[in-house]
T-cell receptor
Framework: AQSVTQLGSHVSVSEGALVLLRCNYS??????LFWYVQYPNQGLQLLLK??????LVKGINGFEAEFKKSETSFHLTKPSAHMSDAAEYFC????????????FGKGTTLSVSS | KAGVTQTPRYLIKTRGQQVTLSCSPI?????VSWYQQTPGQGLQFLFE???????NKGNFPGRFSGRQFSNSRSEMNVSTLELGDSALYLC???????????????FGPGTRLTVL
């Protein structure tokens, strides 16, 4: 069965610092991978997705993620954190048999201090 | 274009009752999926509907059911509510059924269900 592990339930950075949110997946075949962001009292918004076209994926709001098959990782990064980036971030995976069903990690809460 | 709407946004029920949640997808979207979000279990897939048919189902008991109407609107029902059903229920719509990688899912704000 597919699974996703997000290392660190809470990450704190200073404004302007590098953001690194970690995600590892388990899959027997190359999966589709996603990062979503959730702001308080809101639904999920897609930041970016990997669908095997390119290993470095650029998303919205300056975020990007790199697919590393050898490490089964899909870490999310942003060079310079902004206060508005404070939110909860979810990594998700889907397999080719499961239609639209997404399997989510437990989430990482990002705090940004001034 | 309006986003995914879910009603009601907040709901309080007591154990043993049943509840119906509603989801209106983005205009033109024909696939609707439902997820349950809890602090303990995180986000879990409930089911997916396309063309009024359930296409995929997660690992939830039969108390959880859903349906989709001809206009693509969807409802989910939970019967005999338990305390553990307290959660944020999220609905997501996409243009078509099929692989998540090819059909971006747009999420609604969710319905916060509290079971007392």
């Amino acid at each position: 069965a597919q699974s996703v592990t997000q290392l660190g339930s809470h990450v704190s950075v200073s404004e302007g610092a590098l953001v690194l949110l970690r995600c590892n997946y388990s899959s027997s075949v190359p999966p589709y991978l996603f990062w979503y962001v959730q702001y308080p009292n809101q639904g999920l918004q897609l930041l970016l997705k990997y669908t095997s076209a390119a290993t470095l994926v650029k998303g919205i709001n300056g975020f990007e993620a790199e697919f590393k098959k050898s490490e089964t990782s899909f870490h999310l990064t942003k060079p310079s954190a902004h206060m508005s980036d404070a939110a909860e971030y979810f990594c998700a995976v889907s397999d080719h048999q499961a239609g639209t069903a997404l399997i989510f990690g437990k989430g990482t809460t990002l705090s940004v201090s001034s | 274009k309006a986003g995914v709407t879910q009603t009601p946004r907040y709901l309080i029920k007591t154990r043993g009752q049943q509840v119906t949640l509603s989801c209106s997808p983005i205009s033109g979207h024909r696939s609707v999926s439902w997820y349950q979000q809890t602090p303990g279990q995180g986000l879990q897939f409930l089911f997916e509907y396309f063309s009024e048919t359930q296409r995929n189902k997660g690992n939830f008991p039969g108390r959880f059911s859903g349906r989709q109407f001809s206009n693509s609107r969807s409802e989910m029902n939970v019967s005999t509510l338990e305390l553990g059903d307290s959660a944020l229920y999220l609905c997501a719509s996409s243009l078509a059924e099929g692989l998540a990688g090819r059909n971006e899912q747009f999420f609604g704000p969710g319905t916060r269900l509290t079971v007392l």
